[in-house]
Structures are given as C-alpha cells and as structure tokens.
C-alpha cells in the first residue's frame, strides 16, 4: 500500500507507460487499471528488453 501526493503518483503512472512504448519496438504494451474501495491497482507490462544490470549497481535500495 502506497500512499503520496497525486501529482506525483500520476507522474510515475505516466512515465512507466511512455517508458514502456518507447522502448518496445516490436511486441506488446499491455495497461491494467483497478480499482476496489480502499486502493488502485495499475499495471504496466511490456515485451521489451528491460533493464540491463550492471554488476554491483543496485536497481534499489531499502530505507531506514
């Protein structure tokens, strides 16, 4: 459960969208909206390539 500024939320939903057309050049782009009474769900999933790993560079990390 996520809970943030709306402008914010909507900026990541979009850029995760525009990402994913961007870097899928053949294949699909595949958008799931949900919604109950307390939360939203969005999905975003692609045929892209993905993100490469660089040995020893973390895609995250954990806060305290």
């Not at 939903?13 to 899928?24: E, S």
């Not at 799931?32 to 990390?61: E, F, V, Y």
């Amino acid at each position: 459960m996520v809970e943030g500024d709306p402008k914010k939320l909507q900026r990541i939903a979009q850029n995760l969208v525009v990402n994913a057309l961007k870097y899928t050049s053949e294949g699909a782009v595949s958008i799931k909206w949900q919604k109950d009474n307390r939360s939203w769900q969005l999905a975003i999933i692609d045929s892209g390539p993905g993100l490469q790993a660089k040995k020893g560079t973390p895609l995250a990390r954990q806060l305290d």
